[in-house]
């Protein structure tokens, strides 16, 4: 089967693929590896993943999407030329239609910087969305219906807030504050605390495997392997859950500073719909145990998960792509 459209969930942390009627099919970290010499990319995706903080000084390895946006742009291109023909396979004949998501907050220049990245990599045309919509889509909420829909979209490197209605947004805001910075608190707050120094794939295994957003007896403590910063050497500690909930605290008031901003721009009857049918998260960050509850105590308005939260932007980008025609009105396009 030939693949003339793709759909690309492009993330600071992730980048997933979906082509209609496969389903997502690549699920991969947005991460690059280049060799410092000659400029010359060696590995994207897992492998590359797999050399960050383990490099020598003739290899980088580092993602070229921050907060959201592209931060290197030739890096950008690569990284999507990679997973545009994996998708494809090796036999291309047709140039495919791509479409790629993008934060609530995008600026006009970051948006041509998307496009023209997808038209370099081998796209015929190249369109973007706003990741809150589609997130609302991959989540099963029924966006062209006139009532107040509520999304938030914890990703790598933004959070989007969005209520939407009729198919548009109606009013949002964009944060960059997600997972990459709840990382780096946990990282910090070890650093200052316990005098040791962590990579940044630890400090994301301490949010998975003991983190959450409220106090939880139940996710007990870990070990983990650092480097003490008094005396140089390698040291193991014991970190517990109250700990990572006092890490992350400042963040996580950020985001909920952004929910509460967009409920109070809301127009009345909308935000009287978003009470009745409460809000979904999506994204990584909705993994985050206790984060609904959070939520729900602190404004009022009852929060849900959204199934496949991972997987609600990719999703969602499907499904614009078989009904192209429909949702063409509220996406950019470049030939």
């Known amino acids: 089967m030939f693949v003339k459209k793709i759909g690309i969930d492009l993330g600071t ?8 009627e496969k389903g997502v099919v690549i699920n991969e970290p947005s991460v690059v590896a280049i060799a410092v010499d000659d400029n010359k990319v060696l590995a994207v995706g897992n492998k590359a993943k797999e050399m960050i903080g383990r490099t020598p000084d003739s290899i980088v390895a580092s993602r070229p999407l921050r907060d959201g946006v592209i931060a290197d742009y030739r890096v950008t291109q690569a990284m999507l030329s990679y997973f545009i023909n994996k998708a494809s396979g090796k036999f291309r004949i047709f140039r495919p239609e791509v479409l790629i998501s993008v934060p609530a907050g995008i600026t006009s220049t970051e948006r041509r910087a998307v496009i023209e990245a997808a038209l370099q990599s081998g796209a015929k045309s190249a ?11 991959g989540a099963g909420v029924s966006i062209n219906s006139p009532v107040g829909n509520m999304i938030v979209d914890i990703g790598g490197g933004t959070t989007d807030v969005a209520i939407i209605s009729l198919g548009g947004i109606v009013a949002w805001s964009s944060v ?20 040791l120094a962590i990579g940044d794939r ?5 949010k998975i495997q003991i983190g959450s957003a409220i106090l939880n007896s139940e996710r007990g403590s870990i070990k983990i392997k650092g480097r003490d910063l008094i005396e140089g050497l390698p040291k193991i500690i014991e970190i517990t859950n109250k700990e990572v909930v006092d890490a992350i605290s400042g963040e996580l008031k950020e985001i909920i500073r952004a929910i509460k901003n967009v409920l109070q721009i809301t127009p009345p009857e909308l935000a009287s719909d978003v009470m009745d049918r409460g809000m979904f998260i999506s994204g990584g960050g909705a993994l985050l145990s ?12 009852p929060c849900y998960i959204a199934n496949d939260p991972l997987l ?9 792509l078989e009904n192209l025609e429909i949702y063409k009105r509220s996406i950019m396009s470049k030939k």
């Open 13 to 20: 942390a992730n980048t997933l693929v979906y082509i209609p």
């Open 127 to 137: 369109y973007i969305a706003k990741q809150p919509v589609l997130a609302a889509i």
């Open 176 to 195: 960059r504050v997600a997972g990459d910075k709840i990382d780096k608190a946990i990282a910090d707050y070890i650093r200052r605390k316990h005098n």
């Open 202 to 206: 630890t400090a994301e295994e301490i």
């Open 290 to 301: 206790n984060l609904d509850d959070l939520i729900t105590k602190t404004t009022g308005v």
């Open 312 to 320: 609600c932007v990719a999703k969602g980008a499907g499904a614009v």
